[in-house]
Nanobody
Framework: QVQLVESGGGLVQAGGSLRLSCAAS????????MGWFRQAPGKDHDFVTA????????YYTDSVKGRFTISRDSAKNTVYLQMNNLKPEDTAVYYC??????????????????WGQGTQVTVSS
């Protein structure tokens, strides 16, 4: 069983920054691929970014490239999402997710088997 706990969401003005954290339980964290998804009001969950178990491979959706950075600290069992130059369209609930059966990244929601509770990010214009 893996538990994921997100933190770091909040309200920020357009152009501002936030850093989300996702703390994971489990002794094999470094083997998991981790991802961030988001869900805006009235919309489905959308892929944002993912990082491989080793941390050597990352993938971003086009709309956040150059603004968001995913990273992981295996010593702390934590994955981070640094979000810079935030835009109102980034407003959503952000969820972290784990693929505990592989270290390979995936952009598909159904390929992640553990999820956090979500943290709200609101960007005002």
């Amino acid at each position: 069983q893996v538990q994921l706990v997100e933190s770091g969401g909040g309200l920020v003005q357009a152009g501002g920054s936030l850093r989300l954290s996702c703390a994971a339980s489990g002794r094999t964290f470094s083997r998991y691929a981790m991802g961030w998804f988001r869900q805006a009001p009235g919309k489905d969950h959308d892929f944002v970014t993912a990082i491989s178990g080793s941390g050597g491979s990352t993938y971003y959706t086009d709309s956040v490239k150059g603004r968001f950075t995913i990273s992981r600290d295996s010593a702390k069992n934590t994955v981070y999402l640094q979000m810079n130059n935030l835009k109102p369209e980034d407003t959503a609930v952000y969820y972290c997710a784990a693929r505990t059966y592989t270290g390979a990244v995936s952009t598909s929601l159904e390929n992640y088997n553990y999820w956090g509770q979500g943290t709200q990010v609101t960007v005002s214009s």
